[in-house]
């Protein structure tokens, strides 16, 4: 499994890193960022560009984006 650390810095509250599909623990029960306007977000999070193709029209079709994404780039 992969183990993300985004920026190369640990996600806040995730000391051992966050597993690949595993929701980050700062998700709220919508899979929403509750860190969303806080300082302690991760920079990548700000960085992040959304597009259709990654997102879909679903969280499914979304979650199915990222799988195909941990297939291709894991060793």
């Known amino acids: 499994m ?3 650390i985004f920026d190369f ?3 806040p509250g995730m000391l051992n890193g966050k597993l690949a599909g595993e929701p980050f623990i700062h998700s709220n029960k919508d899979f929403k ?3 969303f306007a806080q300082a302690s977000r ?3 999070c700000g960085r992040l560009t959304f597009c ?3 997102c879909g029209s679903n969280r499914a079709q ?3 984006y990222l799988t195909q ?3 291709l780039t894991s060793a």
């Open 62 to 64: 979304a979650i199915d």
């Open 33 to 35: 960022c509750a860190l």
């Open 2 to 4: 992969l183990y993300y």
């Open 9 to 11: 810095v640990l996600p």
């Open 42 to 44: 991760p920079t990548v």
């Open 52 to 54: 259709l193709e990654m």
């Open 69 to 71: 994404l941990e297939q």
